[in-house]
């Protein structure tokens, strides 16, 4: 029962994870093999952000201007982020955390209202839907405020914010595919060898971040998708005021579920024992106990002189049982609190794993199949990975080597066998 429960509640965490992350995969797919098209790949045109500064391709450019291009954008990109986010650990180390929390719910209230707004309006101009300016600027001001405090408040559904974060990747990742192709590849390559050395690394800025965030016990000023499990109440288990300590891992060994009502009693695997009793049931209860290698019977009233001493005997064991019991859920409870909120992935593995998908959605959807079950897979093993180390690890590597290698082969080799072998009406 005990083994059952954790796994259950383990595979919970990990379709919590990986159901979003399919979600934003889809939804980018769709917007850009909506809006573009296979006259436009070509003349798409080309954006300046920070990860193409050096340069910018052209069709007209030989491959090996286009792979120098691609490293120095790349090379620039990587660097210009070590730069960011050692200026962040800086920021937080001395803690100006009010700082940090203000400029993300910024690049939050911006992401959604401009970036996000152009591509809602780009949707609305392609679909020829009729709505007025005002009503546009209104819906979109209305949906910007909403997904600022959704993502940053603290008394909203987690369902709605789990929504906007996934909208923030979305629209992160369908902005990056319009970086061309081959700065498109070689980024995301060089992300996921930076993500790799930033968080596993002695002296990783990401690393740094996570365990100084961990050493004072503080939520990471970040965007972090939180999959938190959804566990099941037993009928008949819970009363009002509950204290829910989700099932997770300490030093190897699996911790208990448990559930704390305002009744004082205690749930574990599904059976309720009561843990106080009544004062008349304690003094009552004939017990023995070894003090100093001698068996001694604990009595609640006696009238020779040494049984006098007894109940006080009983009482000092009795206070000495409660403390380490308190003392032991108290430890418990910390250790929860550190474990009990699920998985978390950081929004910009989401941006990233759409961003390859979406690039493979530009040439066909068999590269796109092929993609998305190579990023899905990689995210399993980072999973499986996590939960033997313990310990934060980076989610991009993986995932993105082997999408990488999937599309390439699909496009390269699987894609003209296939359609090679249809066009001649070939049976394998």
């Not at 990986?18 to 093999?33: A, D, E, G, N, R």
């Not at 491959?63 to 982020?81: H, R, S």
């Not at 938190?228 to 037993?234: A, D, E, G, I, L």
């Not at 300490?250 to 106080?276: A, H, K, Y």
Request: glycine content about 8%; aromatic content about 10%; charged content about 15%.
């Amino acid at each position: 029962m005990d083994g059952g429960s954790i796994l259950e509640t383990i595979g919970v965490e990990i379709i919590g994870v990986m159901s979003p992350v399919s979600i934003c995969m889809f939804l980018v797919v769709l917007i850009v093999y909506t809006l573009s098209s296979p006259s436009s790949s070509d003349n798409q045109q080309v954006i300046r952000t920070a990860a193409n500064l050096i340069y910018l391709e052209s069709s007209s450019d030989t491959t090996a201007q286009k792979l120098e291009g691609a490293l120095l954008n790349a090379v620039v990109f990587v660097v210009l982020i070590t730069l960011v986010t050692f200026l962040l650990v800086i920021l937080y180390y001395y803690r100006f955390t009010n700082f940090l929390k203000y400029y993300i719910r910024f690049s939050a209230f911006f992401v959604l209202g401009s970036m996000g707004g152009s591509i809602i309006l780009t949707l609305i101009q392609h679909f020829n839907i009729p709505i007025d300016s005002i009503t546009f600027c209104l819906l979109l001001f209305n949906f910007t405020i909403l997904g600022v405090i959704s993502v940053f408040s603290q008394g909203v559904p987690i369902l709605l914010n789990q929504m906007y974060m996934v909208a923030l990747g979305i629209i992160v990742a369908a902005w990056f595919t319009k970086l061309p192709e081959w700065t498109t590849w070689v980024v995301l390559v060089a992300l996921a060898l930076y993500d790799l050395v930033a968080v596993l690394a002695p002296g990783g800025p990401l690393k740094m971040l996570v365990e100084l965030a961990s050493s004072r016990d503080e939520e990471l000023p970040a965007l972090v998708y939180e999959a938190r499990p959804n566990v099941s109440s037993r009928s008949g288990s819970r009363g009002p005021n509950l204290g829910l300590l989700l099932a997770g891992f300490s030093d190897g060994d699996p911790i208990e579920l448990r559930v704390m009502s305002s009744s004082e009693n205690v749930v574990q695997n599904g059976r309720v024992v009561s843990e106080m009793r009544s004062e008349s049931e304690e003094i009552d209860d004939v017990r023995e106990v070894e003090i100093e290698g001698e068996m001694l019977p604990l009595m609640g009233s006696s009238s020779s002189n040494n049984e006098r001493e007894r109940p006080v005997v009983n009482e000092d064991i009795r206070e000495s049982n409660e403390s380490d019991r308190a003392r032991v859920l108290e430890r418990e409870i910390e250790e929860e609190e550190e474990r009990g909120r699920g998985i978390k992935l950081g929004l910009g593995d989401f941006v990233f794993y759409s961003v390859l998908v979406g690039r493979a959605a530009m040439y066909d959807l068999m590269t796109v199949y092929a993609c998305y079950l190579a990023i899905i897979s990689g995210l399993g093993c980072t999973l499986i990975l996590l939960a033997v180390c313990r310990h934060a690890l980076p989610a991009l590597p993986i995932s993105i080597a082997l999408g990488v290698i999937f599309y390439f082969l699909t496009r390269l080799l699987m894609e003209p066998f296939v359609v090679g072998t249809s066009t001649n009406l070939l049976m394998f």
